[in-house]
């Protein structure tokens, strides 16, 4: 069993609409969560950082995070073309180990 | 904000010679240095985990002899593909952490050895 896995898709939505891109985990000790953004052939963009449970939001974007059911997701609202690429959910525990753990990406396209 | 720059965006070599890839934190301090290789469609892999000034961690299955990692300074880290193949061929990414959470990635190199 992978330690993140995530829907790899792919995932076609119209434009203007709510889009859900989930991860679950099995390792508790993931304390720091984070979405990337990668567009074809391109780096990963870092889109949302967040530590502890509950939501973030920033623009039109939403990080929540369910640590009691090991469950992360990212919304986007109002979805527009240029939000088609692939997200990555990440995440990492504390101490010295540094190393993010990827799920697998889901790719999305946003239909005009 | 903090900026990986890597290079080149693109290399085509040919069977059995080398390519260096160079990956520079160019508004921060790189104490940690991560090399990824993908292959399309999927998710990244951590090839090996360079510290400044000591020698790289390799993830399991990585050849370390294949896959030359140099973390001389706090702004550079290489890493260099010796006597590449076919096989070698991807789309490599570093990414360079400064602190708990600061990730950012270099904007990847696609190597096709023919």
């Known amino acids: 069993q992978k330690e993140v896995e995530q829907d790899p898709g792919p995932l076609s939505v119209p434009e203007g609409a709510i889009v859900s891109l989930n991860c679950t985990y099995s390792n508790s000790a993931f304390q720091y969560f984070m979405w990337y953004r990668q567009y074809s052939r391109k780096g990963p963009e870092l889109l949302m950082y967040t530590y502890s449970s509950g939501n973030k939001e920033d623009g039109r974007f939403t990080a929540q995070v369910d640590k009691s059911s090991k469950y992360i997701s990212l919304f986007i609202r109002d979805s527009q073309p240029s939000d088609s690429a692939t997200y990555l959910c990440?995440?990492?525990?504390?101490?010295?180990?540094?190393?993010?753990?990827f799920g697998s990406g889901t790719q999305l396209t946003v239909l005009p | 904000g903090a900026v990986v720059s890597q290079h080149p965006s693109r290399v085509i070599c040919k069977s059995g010679t080398s390519v260096k890839i160079e990956c520079r934190s160019l508004?921060?301090?790189?104490?940690?240095m991560f090399w990824y290789r993908q292959f399309p469609k999927q998710s990244l892999m951590l090839m090996a985990t360079?510290?400044?000034?000591?020698?790289?961690?390799?993830e399991q299955g990585v050849e370390k002899d294949k896959f030359l990692i140099n973390h001389a300074s706090l702004t550079l880290s290489t890493l260099t593909v010796t006597s590449a193949h076919p096989e070698d061929s991807s789309f490599y990414i570093c990414?360079?952490?400064?602190?708990?959470?600061?990730?950012?990635f270099g904007s990847g190199t696609r190597l096709t050895v023919v």
């Open positions: 508004d921060f301090q790189a104490t940690t």
């Open positions: 360079s510290n400044e000034g000591s020698k790289a961690t390799y």
């Open positions: 990440a995440m990492k525990g504390s101490g010295s180990a540094r190393q993010l753990t």
């Open positions: 990414s360079a952490s400064s602190g708990t959470y600061g990730y950012t």
